[in-house]
């Protein structure tokens, strides 16, 4: 998704600005999401079964509050990068959750301590 996300802001940078440039690199993003997203959810809820539909509730809350989000930091940046404006956004959104995911310590691990 890195590697989508980086092209989709290279390839209009470096002059390359097409409709079939942009839909390429979003079906690389969005394929890598449609393998990843099922096995992050199932991986989540398989710590606590007895409460599995609480928390796909709460995570299909956050997901589309998430996108709220997104359309709006988008359209923050309509009137001086329109071409990079959801590119941008995608990029800062999913290294924001990288660096979440790297920097917060695992609940299990953290409670041995």
């Given at each position: ?28 993003n ?5 393998l ?67 920097y917060?310590?695992?609940g ?6």
């Amino acid at each position: 998704m890195m590697s989508a996300l980086a092209l989709m802001l290279a390839l209009p940078l470096a002059g390359i600005v097409h409709k079939h440039v942009f839909n390429a690199t979003m079906v690389l993003n969005v394929t890598g999401l449609g393998l990843f997203l099922p096995i992050a959810i199932s991986a989540a809820l398989q710590r606590h079964p007895s409460r599995a539909g609480t928390a796909a509730s709460l995570q299909g809350f956050l997901q589309m509050a998430g996108g709220a989000l997104g359309a709006f930091a988008v359209g923050l940046f309509q009137d001086g990068l329109p071409i990079l404006a959801m590119p941008l956004t995608m990029f800062v959104c999913v290294t924001a959750a990288l660096l979440l995911f790297i920097y917060i310590p695992d609940g299990e691990a953290s409670r041995d301590k």
